[in-house]
């Protein structure tokens, strides 16, 4: 079955200092990775994908993920934390769902906590 | 920039209520999306739709219809609602892949539903 993990359901971090979100993922052929950020109430906001090529992939608001095909993984990666990089964090991967269509699996969220 | 917008953000229905959440999107996409978030279990996919007059079922769609009469609009209808259905609903759009350029999908604000 075709599936995506974030085995913490929760980060803590003190601002400035490194951090990492872990996925992990289960796919068919080549894996579409995507990775979201959610706010308190609002909708989710497209942070990055990977698609091909480089397996470092640079985002929004600094953020960057590292691809790798033997580990099936696709962590999500900030040099320096903000307080304001608080929020939940879903990594998805692309699903075929039949000839025509595809959509979003996504983990079950990783809530990224800094601390000031 | 509308981009997509749900409405209502927030709504109380009795059990056997039945109401549309409103969806619509302003970006000329092809494919739209029906989510479900529960706490700790991410988002799970209810109904999709490739195109107008074309819908189909997701993993969740017990309890829920969709109907895709334009390109813009594509609304969930919950015919007699259970508390089970109490969740946060997103609506998701997206374009047709071009050139090999998987696109992101663009999510709504949300739609908080509690049934009692």
């Known amino acids: 079955a075709q599936s995506v993990a974030q085995p913490e359901d929760q980060v803590n971090v003190a601002e400035g200092n490194p951090l990492t979100v872990k996925c992990t993922y289960s796919v068919s052929g080549n894996p579409y990775l995507f990775w979201y950020v959610q706010y308190p109430n609002r909708g989710l906001q497209f942070l990055l994908k990977?698609?091909?090529?480089?397996?470092l992939v640079k985002g929004s608001y600094g953020f960057e993920a590292e691809f790798n095909k033997s580990q099936t993984s696709f962590h999500l990666k900030k040099p320096s934390a903000l307080v304001s990089d608080s929020a939940l964090y879903f990594c998805a991967v692309r699903v075929r769902l039949n000839q025509a269509g595809t959509a979003l699996i996504f983990g079950k969220g990783t809530t990224l906590s800094v601390s000031s | 920039n509308a981009g997509v917008t749900q409405t209502p953000k927030f709504r109380i229905l009795k059990i056997g209520q039945s109401m549309t959440l409103q969806c619509t999107q302003d970006?000329?996409?092809?494919?739209m999306y029906w989510y479900r978030q529960d706490p700790g279990m991410g988002l799970k996919l209810i109904y999709y739709?490739?195109?107008?007059?074309?819908?189909d079922k997701g993993e969740v769609p017990n309890g829920y219809n969709v109907s895709r009469s334009t390109t813009e609009d594509f609304p969930l209808r919950l015919e007699l609602a259970a508390p089970s259905q109490t969740s946060v609903y997103f609506c998701a759009s997206r374009e047709w892949d071009r050139g090999g350029l998987n696109t992101e999908a663009f999510f709504g604000q949300g739609t908080r539903l509690t049934v009692v």
């Open positions: 739709s490739v195109g107008a007059g074309i819908t």
């Open positions: 990977y698609i091909t090529g480089d397996n």
């Open positions: 970006m000329n996409h092809n494919y």
